[in-house]
């Protein structure tokens, strides 16, 4: 039996691998698309892994990988009873394999076919349309926590990563809605103490620390969510979202600064001011400052 196995490996390994280094040595333009080829089926494989992880497909697909396992060492081994069962069943395993699969099959195709393509390998071409989308569900959670006097802190981080104060709370990693933030931070469940951190438009973590102000920065009637809030805007450019729980108030700190006694709208326009517009504004003048380097640099050569 070993010594069928080894004539079968050096078989393989003469007629396969060796013969395919010497067409890469002949032809290394070949050796590029191999690349490719690898990348491209490593991403595919990968990308499969996780649509089907979290579904029933995992199960079957761990199912189909020991049929094939047991199907190869049938046929290295000899074992032609078993291998000609295994054999039987992989042969018409494509006609099983596109019934028990057809809802995913057919999700695929179907993204093939639309412009959800995009999100398929992975690119948000519309992050600006999500982060719109995300602040009137921040402003609805604030407004509906406001109106029930729920205490309640939200930092949206920025440029500035604050991974260090998301590391005190515990994560979630979970898509904005107003039911998840408003639920978050019901009086007396385990999360509502501390703050929800949002970052890359996802609300990363719940119960996190933040660092506090100095009682000098702020008026005395103003609690520790509130000298939170300048805390973390202080430190980073983040832009942090109190409600408070004694008069439901909604304020916003931004730059060491609160803005008190916010309605809907002015706290949806600080919102996109400084989430959206902002960021249009810093690439306007990246490419002014481009534009006159380029112009400099023109000139000095001239």
């Known amino acids: ?12 390994y003469e007629n396969n691998i060796l013969g395919y280094l010497e067409m890469l040595y002949q032809y290394p333009i070949k050796l590029v698309l191999l690349v490719v080829d690898i990348t491209l ?10 649509i089907t992880r979290a579904t029933r497909t995992w199960q079957l697909l761990k199912g189909i990988a020991l049929l094939v396992v047991g199907m190869w060492l049938s046929y290295l081994f000899e074992l032609k009873i ?12 494509v006609l099983i394999l596109i019934v028990i699969f057809q809802p995913e099959l057919r999700r695929g195709l179907e993204q093939l076919g639309s412009n959800k393509l995009s999100e398929f390998f992975g690119i948000d071409k519309n992050i600006e349309a999500r982060t719109k989308e995300n602040i009137y569900k921040i402003v609805i959670a604030a407004t509906e926590m406001a109106k029930t ?5 939200i930092v949206l981080e920025r440029d500035i990563k604050i991974k260090d104060i998301i590391d005190t709370g515990i994560l979630i990693d979970g898509e904005i809605s107003p039911q998840l933030l408003v639920n978050i931070f019901v009086p007396n469940t385990p999360l509502h103490d501390g703050a929800v951190i949002i970052s890359d438009n996802k609300v990363t973590a719940a119960a996190c620390m933040l660092p506090l102000a100095s009682d ?14 300048i805390g973390i805007s202080k430190e980073s450019d983040a832009i942090a979202i109190v409600v408070s729980e004694e008069t439901g ?21 600080i919102l996109m001011k ?6 249009h ?4 003048v990246a490419k002014i400052s481009n534009f006159k380097n380029i112009t400099k640099k023109t000139k000095e050569e001239k």
């Open 1 to 12: 039996m070993l010594e069928n196995f080894g004539k079968v490996f050096t078989n393989f």
């Open 41 to 50: 089926v490593a991403f595919l494989i990968i990308k499969l892994l996780k």
């Open 82 to 93: 078993l291998n000609y069962i295994l054999t039987s069943i992989m042969t018409y395993g």
């Open 149 to 153: 006097k729920t205490g309640a802190l």
């Open 216 to 229: 000098k920065d702020i008026a005395k009637e103003l609690g520790t969510r509130h000298r939170a809030a």
């Open 249 to 269: 108030k909604i304020s916003v700190a931004k730059d060491g600064t609160l803005i008190a006694d916010l309605k809907e709208e002015a706290l949806k326009k």
């Open 274 to 279: 400084n989430l959206i517009l902002a960021k």
């Open 281 to 284: 504004e810093k690439n306007g």
